[in-house]
């Protein structure tokens, strides 16, 4: 199985690729979008700033659109995650619009949101496989779908409700960081990657 | 809900963690792989490398250590000590590191937080605040005309000085408003060190944690001083801290991260149990 890593180049993608490679998957790492869906499983990092990474998307936001539509399985990690709506509060270029809706600041308690919460109400499949009870967020702003029936689970940060993972067909987006959520997370992406060779 | 978390800090030099009493009498702890890797499986929920090699030759042994722990500990990993660029820090976070943390650096070049936050997100940019109290009003005793310095000053609210070089020098900042700039700055976490307490195991400095927390949005870290589990209730309860860090009293065992975990959760704080960490 093939796994490609967009690198938008910014930020750590070595704790990822190790967990994406613990089952024997080749995972590669690709600077140009429209060469990183030529694989089985397209994964969407979650380090760096949303203008930055919608910027190095934009060349081939056709192309991954057309994939994903077409059923590449894809998995979306914080800013990754962020990806997958249409635009951010916090900085410039598209999305890529699977989900509809928009991503915002975090309001109340201290921000950036940097630490461990508990995932709430989750009723996706892999959850199943990989029961994460509690997993690790870095991130200030959080996506707002406009139809909630995508969302599979949730956590809250201070008063505000967001979304902990999202999910359209075999595209999936999580908030948190499972490659720093000890091994529920790295069990949580391992699952990922079985569901998607099925 | 966020949990607080417990912090373990391991100071590492030459390629080995090291600890000593103010940074003398080194004694040799183990090897930071083994240790980052046990520490996850105990349930800590971060680890720190403080990288206290002098020497800049000693940059790639630092960066071999942070590749190696993140190919075997999947919990969040900071690095501090001898970043001073964005491309040092690009390098550091590409090994591996989801943080690195700026001290000296920042006193010196306070842009660099800024440069560091714009191209890798303020999540990623942690100011280290090493502080001393100081026995009078900090416009008393940090320039200005001091001469008036009056019994007034002396009775005023608690102050304390930035500190850099392992405490031995005076940054003429004030810690708190020092803590507020760099906030705006870009830092998107402080780790907050009280050098007054660091080493003494006489618990941590929570009047200098209350002043800095109450002032920022950006979560705290609470470090220097912690003898036993109450120290981290304090430093959570009155000090405002969202995390706690502490090193040798893990590297000794003589309190385990279990214990403390179990007295904040005994004191109704929110913390990730620990069996969850254990595969």
Redesign the interface.
Known sequence: MKVSVFDYG??????LI??LARDGARVEIETDPSAAVRADVLVLPG???FGHAAARLAPGLADVRAALADGLPCLGICLGMQLLFDASDEGEGEGLGLFPGRVKRLEG??????????IEDGDDPLLDAAPV??A?????YVCHPDDASCVHAWS??DATRFPALVRAQRTVGVQF?P????????ELVCAFLREAAR | MLSRRIVVCLDVQGGRVVKGEQFIHLRDVGDPVDLATRYEAEGADEIVFLDITAAPEGRGTMLEVVRRTASRAFVPLTVGGGVRSVDEMRDVLRAGADKVSFNTAAVARPELLTACAERFGSQAVVCAIDARRLSTAPDASLGAAAGAATEAVTQAAPAWEVVTHGGRRPAGLDAVMWAVRVVQLGAGELLVTSMDRDGTRSGFDTDLLHAISSRVRVPVIASGGASGPEDFVAAVRDGGADAVLAASIFHRRMHSIGSVKQAMAAAGLPVRPVEEAVA
């Open positions: 910014a930020g750590n993608l070595h704790s190790k967990t380090v760096g700033a308690g201290r921000v950036p949101q940097i630490g461990w919460n508990t009870a509690t690790y967020y870095a991130n200030s809250a940060h960081h490659e720093k959520s000890s091994m529920p997370g790295v």
